[in-house]
């Protein structure tokens, strides 16, 4: 049994149970309804429960002042890009997103206890009905106090955390015998507890969670010492109800709405839009896919059709729903997420062309760049981070627009394709999976697909919920569980960090695993952050023994060995072992290692702030680094970041390390601090060039930038949609790399024979001039193929009222395949059959032979498999090719005597 909080009973209220529903709830005065839809309508539009009104804005910053002034610490917001401190989910979906797992699990402390802050949050789970229902938006600002209770240190808990609620909904001025408390549970990331939902005149408020167990594998409830506070005020609810709006959309981005008002000519109809909300909140939406339920009710209710009902609201809808998602993106990209079809960039290219379409759909002519403006101007109000990121988040909504009008545009022939295939397989309606498939694979709306289908004839139905389905399939990263390995092993001690110059070591050999030495402490540093392990041996007294790899389990170090050297040592367990590593591969590392953190650093300064590292890894004579960028980086951009790396590489900074307390590093330094990764541990080791970077890092590094010597970028690609790699070598390798560079510049300077400055010159040229040659030879191919086709028509010869040509010629493949396609097309041949004395062979059939099932490529399949080859192509045209060039007269007579068996039995089925 859950004891919930006595406090509501010395704030008055008592405990009833609901009529309709059945749950219990708590409330003053007496009352049959819980206060929450469907039990009870919205009583608020058009009679507002508060006597002030507030905008979002405004209701944001008194929550924050009445929690501060209550003892409650504010902290900024959190980006919504949660994958920059945790690896599970993309983008924050509620406050206690921002404290997990590293606080929520006890390992570390919170950044203030208790704390409140107003953190903006994306859920797409209900996309298809934002602009809809007048309440669901895909972007909302959760307004939210926590506490967290150790045993060691209780803040506060139920009581207090009600009292709390209870007096800012009576400060705002609402009436206290308006606010129900409803019990329930809530259960979510593998915790648990109770929770009370707050309502008022039929609205979900805000929501108060106790988290105070740890759900089991098999279900089953443990308590956790560390117990949360976890609430979550709507604060666009809040801004809604205070102001009485038909929507939400009105109360909480008016001015925005108001513009778009003015753009479309669209007008408010607050008694349709009104009774839209009214009826939605009274259903719940999430599990209707199609919203029809939905119009028809309101419909009825207004006295109306349906289709006028669409008519009056799908203008008004298209503007909530641009109003929202220019929001949502504003957040999405003013945080670093860049649109791509992966992961978190998925769902904003989602967002974004969502916007585009509505955009089209209610016949703007300004851009999206135009209508982001707006909503850009509107947030900087309150978010200066979105005013200083401005001018990226308008260059990336120009190069998706236009990427967007591209995908369209070569979309439309993949599409007809799709539904040609269909037809072919006797379909009538294309599935459901394919229409995802052609948005997730090619980028085509369900729209674009719709429209094509229907120049086509062929049904494609869109359910109401597709972006939604599209969405769920692409919220969270999907973590493969690693298996367990249980090692019973004090932690190894890593002398690498205390003593970064010793190369030599002994330590106290504990034991095997596999093909493992296990040491009581190393200064082999095990692979990781993308920095291979240390190599080295291991000395017995007797022989030395190879460490080929080395990695970290659980704190314990493994050296790998080879098996029959393990064997010969095993029973010196408990004895000293010497150790050696190799320190020119150990320098090299940290060279690359060190100029990755500059490199990052000099893209961050040339490219703009949302450059953020999505993979690494180190080597000797090159490295690679990942980088999340919207566009290709230009030879310009990249000249900029080389020399800007090497000019740190030359100030001879001095780097600084030291292990911190994870919260006290990212108070200090931001989530800057996981650019390489997000590091697990309660304390983290902070490596710090002053002035240029700093990351959590694990890694060897030089002790100054100038031990690197000099960086050298030797190439870049687009690895993936919104992922521009960068390779590059580091000390002698870069020298290396230089000497390679030149040494082939001064190669090719000689085969042109002039000086290498004036290779760029040179290679024009004779481009150029190469390029003429070629287009004049293909001229010159095509006129010898048309004198060549034009003597072979007078060898054609009927067989069953067809025209054949089979002939051996001098030509090579490329004029076989224009020769007979020349004779079929404008030839009036219906099959022609050429070869040439080198095995290679080509075919073409007309129309009226297909029609008479004659398939071209499989007659050249088996012509050439007669000189020892295949081919294969197309049934109205094909090649092939063998090695035994010898035998092409047989492959042609072959081919004449199977079009006369095939002709003529069709003859005697009645084609003829």
Known sequence: MIIMSVQLEKLGYTKKTCKTCGNDFWSIGERETCGDAPCDEYQFIGNPATPQKYDLFSIQDLFIRFFQERGHTPIRRYPVLAKRWRDDVFLVGASIYNFQPWVTSGQTKPPANPLVVAQPSIRLNDVDNVGRTGRHMTCFTMGAHHAFNSPEDEIYWKDETVKYCHDFITHLGINREEITFIESWWEGGGNSGPCYEVCVRGVELATLVFIQYRTLPGGEKEEIPLKIVDTGYGLERFAWISQGTPTAYDASFGPVIKKLQ???????????????????????????????????????????????????????????????????????????????????????????????????????????????????????????????????????????????????????????????YLKKDKKDEMPLDMLIKLYDSQGLPPDTVKEVAREMNFPVNVPDNFYTLVAAEHSEESVEEETPVELDFPETSLLFYDKPQKEEFSARYLGNYDNNIILDQTIFYPEGGGQPSDIGYLDTGEEKIRVLHAEKLDGIVLHLVEEEKLEKIKHRTGSTLKGKIDWGRRMAMARNHTATHLLVAAARKVLGDHIWQAGAQKGVEKSRIDLSHYQRISPEELNQIELLANQWVMENIPLQSQWMDRTDAERKYGFILYQGGVVPGTSIRVVQIPGVDVQACAGTHCDFTGQIGIIKVNRTERIQDGVERLEFSAGEAAVQSMQKNDALLKESATVFKVETNQLPQTSKRFFTEWKAFKNEIKYLQKEVAKLKTGSLIDQTEKINSLSVLNQEVEADIGELVKMVTQLTDDGGVDVVVLGNGEGKIAGAASPRALDREIKINEIIKQAAAIMGGGGGGKPNLAQGAGREGDKIGDALKFVHNTLKDKLAQKNLNGFG
């Open 262 to 420: 003015e753009m479309s000519g669209v007008e408010l109809n607050h008694r349709i839009l009104g009774e839209n909300a009214q009826v939605a909140g009274m259903m719940d939406i999430e599990d209707i896919a199609d919203l029809k339920v939905l119009r028809s009710k309101v419909a009825q209710r207004l006295g109306i059709t349906v289709e006028e009902l669409k008519e009056a609201t799908e203008p008004m809808e298209a503007i909530y729903v641009i109003a929202d998602h220019t929001r949502c993106l504003a957040f999405m990209l003013a945080d670093g997420v860049i649109p791509s079809n992966v992961k978190e960039g998925y769902l904003a290219r989602l967002i974004l062309r969502r916007t585009i379409r509505f955009i089209k759909k209610l016949g703007l002519k300004e851009s999206l760049g135009d209508i982001m403006n707006i909503q850009l101007n509107f947030l900087s109000q309150t978010y200066p981070e979105i005013r200083n990121h401005q001018e990226h988040i308008l260059r990336v909504i120009e190069l998706e627009e236009k990427r967007y009008q591209k995908t369209i545009r070569k979309g439309h022939q993949m599409v007809k394709k799709s539904i040609k």
